[in-house]
C-alpha cells in the first residue's frame, strides 16, 4: 500500500480540479501535470481522486471491517 496518493502522468491532463479540492494544499502543477508534495497533512479524503475526470490519480488503502 502506498502512502500517498499515486498520480499517473501519462493520464495527467494538467486541469487543476484535484488542486482546487485539495484541503492540505499537497498537490501542485508542475510542468502542467499535478505532482503530490507531502506536507504530512494529507487526511485521505480521495477527493482528488473523485474529481480527477482522466483516471490520473489512485488513492490506494485499505478499508478492515470489525466484526460485532
Do not use: H
Not at 486541469?15 to 508542475?30: A, D, P, Q
Request: glycine share 8%; proline share 4%.
Amino acid at each position: 500500500m502506498s502512502d500517498i496518493p499515486v498520480i499517473d502522468s501519462e493520464k495527467c491532463n494538467g486541469c487543476g480540479l484535484c488542486i482546487s479540492v485539495c484541503l492540505c494544499k499537497s498537490l501542485v502543477l508542475s510542468g502542467n501535470v499535478v505532482t503530490f508534495v507531502d506536507t504530512g497533512d494529507c487526511g485521505w479524503c480521495t477527493w482528488c481522486e473523485a474529481v480527477c475526470p482522466t483516471g490520473a490519480i489512485n488513492c490506494p488503502f485499505e478499508i478492515a471491517l470489525e466484526e460485532r
